[in-house]
């Protein structure tokens, strides 16, 4: 969510490419267009970067008409290549609702040192613009970034992000457009240009922050559908993205984010994140005995429940996490692997049969208000982490550095999930999202 390259470690091991834009007019004159995603498995450490980008509430938005669908192959992140600049370079990026700033590879061509073949060519594009120092954004109060924008040698605006996990990632600060066709591309965004990395991935911030990809679009809405996982190698399932409206909402199920006025002054709150209002956690029949103040933020921020694409596993603070292990304890204690704790985060784990093992524990449900509940069939209840060692895909997020809950892709699977920017709201839908339209 410098270090660059310990941090595209963490999380650059998905891709989503994307083909040719395939605009279509709707009756309502907005323009959608169809790309393709694709994503790669990347290590266990990486998820949770994304999750602490300390930002401040999103402005106010008009919503746009911008609409288009991708298709996605899925493994534990999602990357998609969207194409920016004048004319377009396709370019692939983190799908990260956990991130603000989107940011991308910039080398320019030299011949002693070829840059990464997919990264980002600033003189081949037309629209491309750098932010000098004397821009606003480039003060050391701005409050957007983890650590102050400054000013470099070439006095040119310089960025530094600083993720969860103690990683950076820094660079300039630049303009650049998103080309989706000839007839359809954003206004020049404000983006992260980074140049001292060998990796050519970058990151899609869509979370509430003000200058993330969706707050500087003004989009009224985005949705996923995460396909189930597939083990096998060379096999990606494929689920689809929308940016814009989708017509398969008119099934969701929508709970209200939860917003905090005064989050400035909670310093274990991320005032951008989706914040929902979980209630409790089931496994089969058994609601467990988890006080509900531990899935919201107390007076400090802790206890803050997110949504976040860009982590693969859920993270629990300590008091839930707890209940959760003393019940899968109870239900399958000794098939556990003892001793083994997979990626510093994950605990229960097993070697055993793991669709035996799933059905002794059974469903598993996160619950909101209103009924909703997001659903975790026994079937897909334990991650493949290698090895023949399956876990249940939850961790303690005080791993992360966090004191926050953390719902990560890996329960969101075969489950639109929509964020509804204009009502501030995230809709779910059951769905088998490697068929899904």
């Known amino acids: 969510m410098a270090a660059l390259c310990r941090f595209l470690n963490f999380l650059f091991f998905l891709h989503f490419i994307v083909s040719q834009a395939k605009p279509t007019q709707k009756e309502n004159d907005t323009v959608s267009l169809s790309f393709p995603l694709t994503s790669l498995r990347f290590s266990a450490d990486v998820k949770f970067q994304s999750l602490v980008s300390v930002s401040k509430h999103a402005s106010m938005r008009r919503p ?111 303009r650049e457009k998103f080309t989706f066709s000839r007839s359809q591309s954003t206004p020049p965004l404000i983006l992260g240009c980074a140049t001292d990395t060998s990796e050519d991935k970058g990151i ?3 979370n509430l922050g003000r200058f993330s990809f969706a707050s500087q679009t003004k989009i009224s809405k985005f949705s996923y559908c995460v396909p189930t996982r597939r083990t096998q190698p060379g096999v990606s399932p494929t689920g689809s993205f929308y940016l814009g409206q989708n017509p398969n909402s008119h099934g969701f199920q929508y709970i209200n984010l939860l917003v905090f006025p005064h989050s400035r002054t909670m310093p274990n709150m991320d005032p951008s994140a989706y914040t929902l209002p979980m209630q409790g956690i089931r496994i089969g029949a ?28 859920t993270y629990l603070v300590d008091e839930a996490y707890n209940n959760v292990r003393e019940e899968v304890v109870r239900l399958v204690g000794p098939r556990l692997k003892k001793g083994y704790v997979y990626g510093e985060v994950a605990d229960m784990c097993f070697d055993g049969n793991p669709i035996e093992i799933g059905r002794l524990i059974g469903d598993m449900s996160f619950l909101f208000e209103k009924g909703v509940e997001i659903a975790v069939d026994k079937h897909r209840i334990l991650a493949d982490v290698g090895g023949g060692v399956h876990c249940l895909g939850i961790g303690r997020s005080n791993v992360l550095g966090v004191a926050s809950n953390i719902i990560g892709n890996f329960h969101q699977q075969n489950l639109w999930v929509e964020f509804d920017l204009a009502n501030r709201r995230v809709g779910f839908g059951k769905a088998d999202c490697s068929g899904a339209v």
């Open 286 to 313: 058994k609601k467990l005995a988890i006080p509900v103040h531990f899935f919201r933020p107390d007076t400090g921020g802790s206890g803050q429940t997110m949504i976040d694409s860009g982590s693969e596993f």
């Open 204 to 206: 899609l911030g869509m």
């Open 64 to 174: 746009t008409s911008y609409n288009y669908k991708t298709t996605f192959k899925y493994s534990m992140v999602l990357i998609v290549a969207l194409p920016i600049g004048t004319p377009p370079q396709t370019q692939e990026m983190v799908l990260d609702t956990g991130s603000q700033l989107s940011w991308i590879q910039c080398h320019k061509k030299a011949p002693k040192k070829p840059p990464p073949a997919a990264s980002f060519d600033p003189s081949l594009s037309s629209s491309f613009s750098v932010l000098p120092c004397n821009h606003p954004l480039c003060k050391p109060r701005v409050p957007d970034f983890t650590l102050p924008t400054s000013c470099d040698q070439n006095r040119l605006c310089h960025y530094s992000y600083f993720y969860a996990d103690g990683t950076l990632a820094e660079g300039n600060l630049v």
